[in-house]
């Protein structure tokens, strides 16, 4: 993978679900020819903003190559992630890119203790050659999410909150050190009191670790809290795209609009004053 | 309208000879008063469905009720009815909204049969002029009467919401719980849909318990609310006082951490999670967290106290 | 994991009547490697004794004792119902799970082969084996053949519960943590799939002894290793019904339920145990 390509390129990307036997067919376009590019000395935050049916799960899916492009191209830092092929080149792009999941109970298999997935990806993707050296690589990556191996170790997934297990999530896609992570709604289904620790680690994580991440959400109000740029989709094409603040500010598109009026807290709500 | 005294529901469960119990509802005292909505507000585990499940009679085992009682004015200690007499109060005078319409709408039943199996009974009226009011309601939710044929895959899921609605409030009832109504919706739909629930409760006059954790929701439709932590109410207030002026730390903590577009000053994390119902913490339930915690809370639980016009908090920091 | 067993005897009649008859068969089989007398030698006793002592259950009319006879007969059937079992849940397990997790044309190969092999009707194929081998039939040939034979419905139930399993979130995440196909079909999805290959396996045993038993009685197998349908063929033989010698036949049968009977109640009574849902709310996950 080349350092100057950039760090994800999509280029007119489409993917088409047939439905349907031999006698009626039905085609079902869940991304249209969609566009976007992050470049790679510069670390942002791009949200993908959609409703259900829009295409952005679709999408995420399949930067994170668990699908394939019906049409266009799809690249990480220059490769095609179609023509990756084999155990050893899945290894090398799924360094690259990490992902984290809406559901954070379902993100672990509940049978079994959460360290199990932060030691594998420790031994797998860096190589660890015991578990002191994985267990080394486990604890610093907690610490960089606010928490640590001692919390942690042993525990099941039912044992801890949503938003504690978000972390660990976020932990575990964070040591093989990737370039990018792919978001898909994480905080829509942590309590509203937990969200905005995970919202401002990934602030962080493209802070002080040079970390891109592609956000998915259906919520305005934290897309803008984050993101750099955004795009939003409607039915597997994009509507709108550009700077995060100035679209939201100002939408332009008709869909775009609506969404924005449809978010329910008005302005008038706001604390008066915060009590000490 | 629905009145609700010390009520303390916990989960009592054995599973191969481990006993747990899980104090779900905790000592809740709140009422809800006529043709209001009335907005319950708590995060995932706080008690708030076991609640619900509650108020409506609606609670089997492991569920089982400690002590307290529930009352409404056309029923007056609804927790020790006969079954015969609970159905004939539910669906009248008592509706039930739930999250996800499908678990309501039978999917091999048409719209129509599902309103005849739920409604029919209740109205009393003869089959023409049950259809015809079926009708005249569905375009009060402007939906279309041609509906009624339709099986419910084929309509969509906000269509499939209002249809809910629709249905449980036919009867004119005078009390309706809605649980979640919004929640798996999208987000311009939800707005629709929560319109029509508040136009419908101005129309019918009835009195509704909005019960879901998204706090916009609330600031959309609710007139009052109630502000749920690990089973017990932590504050209360009107719509707008609460969100202008949030005096328990939790409270003013949520309102604070909500994120709005166009401001983006950093918010702040609130330390720890939830407590675990089957093991809380003594004294007040959230002092692990409380950035005002004091030694008082750790030993005793704050009682609900008012401290302003409908304002009620339950917090040591704030009423002493 | 003795106090699980305790709690669940404590608990779960079902577990506790059913591993307790199990218990006795199994203390019967036992007893076989302590038997005065050789399996196979005829005429060692005065035939035809009804049940006294010293022969408990009787004498056989080819002057057996019907006690020491059956700890071999049990034993013997037994350990067949075990290794077929156990032969078949492995290419079960293999199949099943292959095909659920791959999909595609792996899946669609496995399961052609699968279906070919449901619809093999197993006793015309196993008498037809029995008159081409003869004498050839060794135990240890019928067992793989039984084994080949009773896969196919097992792995079906496997790969559906694979199926569903690929699409979840956590499956993603092993992906995503560097695990290859075979470790994540044997550490994550096993477990999931224990319940039914326990439970099964159960079953299996009863449907290879039942089988093994039809084909004994009918004399389709090699009658001189002593198994439960062997001495009820013999016992027909010697039309034993008829001459009143009850005992020949009526204690292979009560045992050999026994067993069905047993098995059957701590399938059900462990599966419900190991199923993860009931794990899971065990170590108190709120459903």
Known sequence: ?276 | MLSVQGLKAYYMTRHFGVQREVRAVDGIDFEVLRNEIYGLAGESSCGKTTLIKTIAAAWKPPLQIVAGSVGFTFAPDILRLAPAELARVRWKHLAYIVQGSMSVLNPVRRIRESFVDFAFRHLGVARAEFDRRVSAHLARVKLDPGIVNAYPHQLSGGMRQRVTIALATICRPEFVIADEPTTALDVLVQKDVLDMIREVQREIGSSVLLVTHDLGVHAHVADRMGIMYAGRLVEEAPTRELFRAPRHPYTAHLIASLPRIGDRTTRKPLEGSPPNLAAPPPGCRFHPRCPLAMDRCRAEVPPLQTIGAQHRVACFAVNA | MFGTLRDLLKTNGEFALGAGLTAFVFLIAALSFVSPQPPLDVYVVPPDLPPGWPHVFGTTSRGQDVFWQLTFAIRNTLLFGLTVALLSRVISLVVGLLAGYKGGWVDRLLMSINDTFIVIPLLPILVLLYFVMRDRMTWGFLAMTMALLGWAYDARLIRSVAMSLRHRDFTRTSVFSGMGTREILQREHLPYVLPIVFSTTLNNMNWSIGLEVTLAVLGFTDINTPSIGGMIYWANQHTAMVAGIWWWIAFPVALVMMVFIGLYLLAVSLNEYIDPRSRLSRMGVAS
């Open chain 1, 1 to 276: 993978m080349s350092d100057s390509a950039p760090l994800l390129e999509v280029d007119r990307v489409s993917k088409v679900f047939t439905r349907g036997g031999l006698l009626s067919r039905e085609r079902i376009h869940a991304v249209n020819d969609v566009s976007f590019r992050l470049e790679a000395g510069r670390p942002e935050i791009f949200s993908i903003i959609g409703e259900s049916g829009s295409g952005k799960t679709t999408l995420a899916k399949m930067i994170l190559r668990i699908e394939t492009p019906t049409s266009g191209r799809l690249s990480v830092r220059g490769t095609d992630v179609a023509h990756i092929h084999g155990r050893r080149a899945g290894l090398a792009f799924m360094a690259q890119v990490q992902p984290i999941f809406q559901n954070p109970f379902e993100a672990f298999n509940p049978l079994k203790p959460l360290d199990h997935y932060l030691f594998m990806t420790a031994r797998r993707f860096n190589g660890a050659a015991d578990e002191t050296a994985a267990a080394r690589m486990a604890d610093g990556a907690l610490l960089q999410v606010g928490l640590s191996l001692a919390e942690v170790r042993g525990r099941h997934p039912h044992e801890l909150s949503g938003g504690q297990l978000q972390r660990v999530a976020v932990a575990r896609a964070l040591i093989p050190r990737p370039r990018l992570i792919v978001a898909d709604e994480p905080v829509s289904m942590v309590d509203a009191s937990l969200r905005m620790a995970i919202v401002n680690l990934f602030k962080t994580l493209r802070d002080e670790l040079g970390i891109a991440i592609v956000y998915i959400t259906h919520d305005l109000a934290t897309a803008d809290y984050i993101s750099d740029r955004l795009i939003i989709m409607q039915r597997g094409r994009v509507v709108e795209a550009g700077d995060a603040r100035s679209v939201l500010a100002d939408p332009q598109h008709p869909y775009s609009r609506s969404l924005k009026s449809a978010v329910l807290l008005p302005d008038s709500l706001t604390p008066a004053a915060t009590p000490a």
